[in-house]
């Protein structure tokens, strides 16, 4: 069993930066791709971004590219999302995910309880 805390959503003005973090319990956080949902009032949850096992490897939204950056500290069981030129339409609860060997994202194994990250105009 793998328990995912969010940390760090806020208010913040656009083109603003923001931090977010997961912290993973349990001793096998490394075996797991993690990822980054987001969910927008009245929309669906939509990926964006997933880190490999090692940190080695990212894949991202088209929406965040360039301007989000997700990380890794395997040692602190922790994943981070760095998100730099914030915009409105980035307003949402984002999730952290986590994904075992031979999953995919159309069912992650865990889920965190989301964050609210607002981005005022």
């Known amino acids: 069993q793998v328990q995912l805390v969010e940390s760090g959503g806020g208010l913040v003005q656009a083109g603003g930066s923001l931090r977010l973090s997961c912290a993973a319990s349990?001793?096998?956080?490394?075996?797991?791709?993690m990822g980054w949902f987001r969910q927008a009032p009245g929309k669906e949850r939509e990926f964006v971004v997933d880190i490999s096992r090692s940190g080695g490897s990212t894949y991202y939204a088209d929406s965040v590219k360039g301007r989000f950056t997700i990380s890794r500290d395997n040692a602190k069981n922790t994943v981070y999302l760095q998100m730099n030129s914030l915009k409105p339409e980035d307003t949402a609860v984002y999730y952290c995910a986590a994904l075992r060997a031979g999953s995919s994202w159309s069912r992650p194994n865990y889920w965190g309880q989301g964050t609210q990250v607002t981005v005022s105009s």
């Open positions: 349990g001793r096998t956080f490394s075996s797991y791709v």
